[in-house]
Each structure stands twice: as C-alpha cells, then as structure tokens.
C-alpha cells in the first residue's frame, strides 16, 4: 500500500520565479494538506483541498495556490519565489471530514526541500 | 505568546530511560491531539492520537491530554536508540478539518 508520495525530493530555484510541487495522496484517502517547515520550526498549514476545492487556508499570501485533480492528487504552486520560502514542503492525505473515518488522522510525506536562492 | 509551545530540548537519554515529551497551548478549544514522530530529512510519522482529555497507550508510548491545565504529555518507556528523532505535538478544533497547529518540536537523543 503506497503512502504519501512527493515529488520532487529536492529543488533549487532563484528568487522570482515559479515553483510547483506534486503529491499524490495515501490509497483510499481523498484530502490532502500543505504545511511549511521551515529548519528548526514545526510544519505550518498552507491549505487543504477535498472534492477539488480549497477549504481551508492557513495564513499564507495569494502566492501561494493549489490545486486537486479528479483522482485526488494535489500540486501547491507559489510564485514570485522570496528567500524565505526555502523550506521543507510537507503534504498531509486523510479522508474528507465529516465522513467519520477520521479526517485528523493525517499521513504525511516525505516532503520537497525547497531552496531559493 | 506562541499559540502552542514545547520543550526545546534537544534532550539526551540513556537508553533505558523514561523519556517525557511535554506541550503547552492557549487555545481551550483544541479538542485533538496528536504526536508525531520526525526523523532528520523525513516527513512526520503519527504516533499517538487522542481526542479531549485522558491517557492513551500504545506499546511504549503513553499520550496524556489535561485539558484544564492546558498541557499534553507524551511518555516513551524503555527507550531506544531507534526512537532519536524530533518529537511534534499537534491540535486542531475539531474533526472537520486539517488545520493542525503543531508545537516547534523537540529533539531526543538515546544514547546506547
């Protein structure tokens, strides 16, 4: 049974430019969440997205967007890439609340490490 | 005041020892608790997960929540080596969401 997978493990950008990052969620799950780790820090929720919408956000800037796809994968794009963007890109699968399966129980990924130089 | 503060640490332990894990937050609305177990370059691993107040116990992992204080604990019996890593708690409001506040961590070593 696959986990969360993430792609890619690792990438530079230059400040300025765009950057898109894939996760495709945990089998069975159809939620997925971003956070932001940055070193030494705990992750920070970015948003999730469940049935192809984003339904909650976390408090980071129009830069950063996402999007799902019918078979529940996500991608988090952020542009105009700031120094302080680098950070480990985290992506969370569960099942969608309210279903009573457990939508707390979150599996996370590997992560991107994302540096922007 | 951070919404969800934890020991710093880093904490080094023989191994053997009763290791504890504490969390403190703000918040009384949290209603979920989690801990998650991080090793360097890896995502998260969920460990304990407890809803409201109470213990939970799992093997060697014993997770407490008191609500009126405001304060969770994670206890690791007979540590290992193996469990050197940095230790995330982590709360959300309710079921309907996955807007996980997680504490900035603390790092243990187990020292053979």
């Known amino acids: 049974d696959a986990g969360v997978t993430q792609s890619p493990t690792h990438l530079i950008k230059t400040r300025g430019q765009q950057v898109t990052l894939r996760c495709s969620p945990k089998?069975?799950?159809?939620?997925v969440s971003w956070y932001q780790q940055a070193l030494g820090q705990g992750p920070q929720f970015i948003f999730q997205?469940?049935?192809?919408?984003?339904?909650q956000r976390g408090n980071f800037p129009d830069r950063f967007s996402g999007h799902q796809f019918p078979n529940y994968s996500s991608e988090l794009n952020v542009n105009a890439l700031l120094l302080g963007d680098s950070a480990l890109y985290l992506c969370?699968?569960?099942?969608?609340?309210?279903?009573?399966?457990?939508?707390?129980?979150?599996?996370f990924g590997q992560g991107t490490r994302l540096t922007v130089v | 005041q951070k919404e969800v503060e934890q020991d710093p640490g880093p904490l080094s332990v023989p191994e053997g020892a009763i290791v504890s894990l504490n969390c403190t937050y703000s918040?009384?609305?949290?209603?979920?608790f989690m801990w998650y177990r991080q090793y360097s370059r890896k995502g998260p691993e969920l460990l304990m997960y407890?809803?409201?107040?109470g213990n939970k116990e799992d093997g060697r992992f014993t997770a407490q929540v008191d609500k009126s204080s405001k304060y969770i604990s994670l206890f690791i019996r007979d540590s290992q080596p193996s469990d050197s890593a940095t230790y995330l708690c982590a709360m959300t409001l309710d079921n309907y969401g996955q807007n996980f506040v997680f504490g900035p961590g603390t790092r243990l070593s187990v020292l053979p």
């Open positions: 089998s069975g799950h159809d939620t």
């Open positions: 407890t809803y409201s107040s």
């Open positions: 969370a699968s569960s099942f969608r609340p309210g279903t009573g399966l457990g939508s707390t129980e979150a599996f």
């Open positions: 918040n009384s609305a949290f209603q979920y």
């Open positions: 997205y469940y049935e192809e919408e984003e339904r």
